[in-house]
């Protein structure tokens, strides 16, 4: 075990997994000469450690860099490919959703097409141009696999088992956590496998299942509850695709109440999915209709104060719970 912020864990990953199998090479626009001069940047120092044949740096075409992952996965190489911001990951989803999610089908299953798509999430003051969630677009494509981490073990475990799935994956990575979140960090190959939701806070009158930064928001929440005497019960849902449904319908089961939480807008939002999971299967024994809680309907704002107004605040999700108990 050591101590690494959620940037740097990934970065591990994606160093061991180039270790591993030489078959792996990461492509992507600024991954060798960052144009995000930090230390806790995941593909820093990459370059200078495995040299520019395995590290390459891309012109900036969003399609070419998916159609260049699409082509190495169908000739036997494992590409890890960066979308440097998320709502730019619409430039590329032609090549993402018509091809990379479609071959395996198209092969009858009898051929595997292993590719890792990394992309940037968060609201980090620029703007909504970089800073939209686009995950349950993502999620609604059959043959894509997408994870969401929120803390470092859990980026690294998560970015290997990603790298070696035989399915494409999206890796969501929430750029402010890369430097705001450390934590012990397993040495070593160690996984987590994909479709394992985390309880990380366990409780019996609530629950809340969420991921990236919100898990933390959710975890704050539950901490001002527990003071007032209600007991929530946070889950980090980790992998959106496959989704673990047994451990939140098992928990909903025992709270019979149930609420969703995500910083990306609330119409056709995930929590929504989650939502109707529960509703679906849990009927009998919900004490009252789950709740969402996300961003507004609106395009991300730039400045601080509006950025902070936007995201889901801690205040806003014991608000909600305590309606809910009520």
């Given at each position: 075990?050591?101590?690494?912020?959620?940037?740097?864990?990934?970065?591990?990953?994606?160093?061991?997994?180039m270790?591993?199998?030489k078959?792996?090479?990461?492509?992507?626009?600024?991954?060798?000469?960052?144009?995000?001069?930090?230390?806790?940047?995941?593909?820093?120092?990459?370059?200078?450690?495995?040299?520019?044949?395995?590290?390459?740096?891309?012109?900036?075409?969003?399609?070419?860099?998916?159609?260049?992952?699409?082509?190495?996965?169908?000739?036997?190489?494992?590409?890890?490919?960066?979308?440097?911001?998320?709502?730019?990951?619409?430039?590329?989803?032609?090549?993402?959703?018509n091809?990379?999610?479609k071959?395996?089908?198209?092969?009858?299953?009898?051929?595997?097409?292993?590719?890792?798509?990394?992309?940037k999430?968060g609201?980090?003051?620029?703007?909504?141009?970089?800073?939209?969630?686009?995950?349950?677009?993502?999620?609604?494509?059959?043959?894509?696999?997408?994870?969401?981490?929120?803390?470092?073990?859990?980026?690294?475990?998560?970015m290997?088992?990603?790298?070696?799935?035989?399915?494409?994956?999206?890796?969501?990575?929430?750029?402010p956590?890369?430097?705001?979140?450390?934590?012990?960090?397993?040495?070593?190959?160690?996984?987590?496998?994909?479709?394992?939701?985390?309880?990380?806070?366990?409780?019996?009158?609530?629950?809340?299942?969420?991921?990236?930064?919100?898990?933390?928001?959710?975890?704050?929440a539950?901490?001002?509850?527990?003071?007032?005497?209600?007991?929530?019960?946070?889950?980090?849902?980790?992998?959106?695709?496959?989704?673990?449904t047994?451990?939140?319908?098992s928990?909903?089961?025992?709270?019979?109440?149930?609420?969703?939480?995500?910083?990306?807008?609330?119409?056709?939002?995930?929590?929504?999915?989650?939502?109707?999971?529960?509703?679906?299967?849990?009927?009998?024994?919900?004490?009252?209709?789950?709740?969402?809680?996300?961003?507004?309907?609106?395009?991300?704002?730039?400045?601080?104060?509006?950025e902070?107004?936007?995201?889901?605040?801690?205040?806003?999700?014991?608000?909600?719970i305590?309606?809910?108990?009520?």
């Amino acid at each position: 075990m050591n101590v690494q912020s959620t940037g740097q864990a990934i970065g591990s990953a994606l160093a061991l997994a180039m270790e591993m199998d030489k078959s792996v090479f990461l492509a992507g626009e600024g991954i060798g000469t960052s144009i995000i001069v930090n230390p806790h940047s995941p593909t820093r120092g990459l370059l200078e450690r495995f040299g520019p044949d395995r590290v390459r740096d891309t012109p900036v075409s969003e399609a070419a860099i998916a159609g260049l992952a699409v082509g190495a996965s169908c000739m036997g190489l494992k590409p890890v490919v960066e979308i440097m911001y998320f709502p730019f990951i619409t430039l590329a989803l032609d090549m993402i959703v018509n091809h990379a999610a479609k071959l395996r089908y198209l092969s009858g299953g009898l051929s595997s097409f292993p590719l890792t798509i990394r992309t940037k999430s968060g609201i980090f003051a620029a703007g909504c141009q970089h800073s939209h969630h686009l995950e349950s677009w993502l999620t609604h494509i059959p043959g894509l696999k997408v994870v969401y981490p929120s803390n470092p073990a859990d980026a690294k475990g998560l970015m290997l088992s990603s790298i070696f799935d035989p399915d494409p994956v999206i890796v969501i990575e929430e750029m402010p956590l890369y430097w705001t979140i450390h934590g012990e960090t397993p040495d070593g190959d160690v996984r987590v496998p994909l479709g394992q939701a985390n309880i990380v806070h366990h409780g019996s009158d609530v629950t809340l299942a969420t991921y990236g930064r919100a898990v933390h928001v959710a975890l704050k929440a539950a901490t001002v509850l527990a003071d007032k005497g209600i007991s929530l019960e946070v889950i980090d849902l980790r992998s959106l695709v496959p989704l673990d449904t047994a451990t939140i319908l098992s928990s909903v089961r025992k709270t019979g109440r149930f609420v969703s939480l995500h910083d990306a807008t609330r119409f056709c939002g995930f929590g929504a999915e989650l939502v109707a999971l529960v509703s679906e299967s849990c009927f009998p024994e919900l004490k009252t209709s789950p709740r969402r809680i996300a961003a507004p309907d609106i395009p991300v704002p730039f400045t601080q104060p509006q950025e902070e107004f936007y995201k889901p605040s801690v205040e806003v999700v014991v608000q909600t719970i305590h309606e809910l108990i009520a």
